[in-house]
């Protein structure tokens, strides 16, 4: 998978994908099909925007390398569902061919929804592009997804409004999951994910303890489970199958009861509760 940051994408003189760097996709005479969005969690719903552009062209997606709320609203943003590196692995587990990453800057912040799609339009390989019922740009949000699809098929860019994906009566959503995480409630976080729910711990400080490796959570920037005991498959440094370990969550803190003693001293990357 092609990581470009936004400027490059939207560069005048940017050259085609499939001329510089040939990303995987259809035959599609190197059109470009773009989803956008936040993508926090990539859930059912998102994987049907990806299932779209995946079958029109080169799938583009276009997100942000930290999610908007927690700049706008840094004190009630309850913190992400995923990581960057867990989207990018996502993506690149769908069969996205490039990914486009925002910094949502001060000034990007005060951006008007048309002049964000002006943007996109410079890149004269863009043929397609698809955003959920919900979707909103601009500064205050001021652009919804009818008003881009008027001002991007008027541009020649076919644009499809994606309908939200339903379980039960109420459609996917992150802050859906992001609430029973909360509470949690892990099963029906993986049945609105798709996946199981998981945790990036790489990059934060740990220590092994007492037979224990003790995760610190001070500089987390996701959301975890409330204090309490559970199983979950614990993936380290090392690489390789995870091991199926006790997670506790308290503190602050996760306390991971690995069962094999020489796994206790190595790095944990990531752990998928079960």
């Not at 099963?187 to 490796?213: Q, T």
């Amino acid at each position: 998978m092609c990581i470009v940051e936004w400027e490059d994408f939207i560069r005048r003189d940017a050259p085609p994908f499939s001329a510089r760097n040939p990303p995987s996709g259809p035959d599609s005479g190197g059109k470009l099909a773009a989803a956008i969005g936040v993508f926090d969690g990539v859930h059912r719903g998102h994987l049907a925007l990806i299932e779209r552009i995946r079958v029109l062209g080169i799938p583009v997606v276009i997100t942000f390398r930290e999610n908007p709320k927690s700049v706008l609203s840094p004190s009630s943003f309850k913190g992400d569902l995923y990581s960057l590196r867990q989207k990018l692995s996502v993506f690149g587990e769908c069969g996205v061919s490039v990914t486009v990453l925002i910094d949502f800057s001060e000034n990007f912040s005060k951006m008007q929804g048309r002049d964000f799609i002006g943007l996109l339009e410079n890149r004269r390989d863009l043929a397609f592009l698809a955003v959920g019922a919900n979707f909103r740009c601009g500064h205050r949000l001021d652009t919804g997804a009818a008003a881009l699809r008027s001002m991007t098929e008027k541009a020649g860019v076919k644009t499809e409004i994606v309908q939200p994906v339903m379980e039960g009566r109420r459609p996917v959503s992150s802050s859906r999951i992001r609430d029973a995480v909360a509470s949690g409630d892990l099963e029906s976080a993986a049945l609105l994910l798709g996946r199981p729910f998981g945790l990036d711990l790489s990059g934060l400080p740990s220590h092994a303890e007492g037979g224990r490796r003790i995760v610190d959570l001070r500089a987390f920037r996701g959301i975890t489970p409330p204090p309490g005991s559970r199983r979950a498959l614990v993936f380290t440094a090392e690489g390789g199958k995870g091991e199926e370990a006790a997670v506790s969550v308290e503190n602050g803190r996760i306390v991971i009861s690995l069962p094999r003693e020489e796994k206790r001293g190595e790095i944990v990357e990531r752990l998928l509760f079960i």
